[in-house]
């Protein structure tokens, strides 16, 4: 299996990104598909997570510093997992990676496949 992530960029604080990531090549075993975040000298930072449970149902959750802010969706057609990013702050700077085929949202270790990363840059 494997993720493309897709979307990154520079943006304004205040603007929006919206990030992408699409799966193919095979399937999972297990429910949950999440976004992550690294900064620079940080630790990898859980952004949210979608489960599915049941029929065409995802449920997503949130970390605490983009509630509000951030909507994680399921696009089924697409097999792919969509950030919408608002109200974005330079303190959201950091390389942003899709991971899928967790039981639970946290923590990253959990997840068996990731994308390769994609670069989200706020300016102040």
């Known amino acids: 299996v494997q993720l493309q992530a897709s979307g990154g960029g520079l943006v304004q604080a205040g603007g929006s990104l919206r990030l992408s990531c699409a799966a193919s090549?095979?399937?999972?075993?297990?429910?949950?598909m999440g976004w992550f975040r690294q900064a620079p000298g940080k630790e990898r930072e859980f952004v949210g997570a979608i489960r599915w449970i049941g029929s065409l149902t995802w449920l997503p959750t949130y970390g605490d510093s983009v509630k509000g802010r951030f909507t994680i969706s399921k696009d089924n057609a697409k097999n792919a997992v969509n950030l919408q990013m608002n109200s974005l702050k330079p303190e959201d700077t950091a390389v942003y990676y899709c991971a899928a085929d967790s039981t639970v949202p946290q923590p990253p270790a959990n997840y068996i496949y990731w994308g390769q990363g994609t670069l989200v840059t706020v300016s102040s």
């Open positions: 090549g095979g399937t999972f075993r297990s429910n949950v």
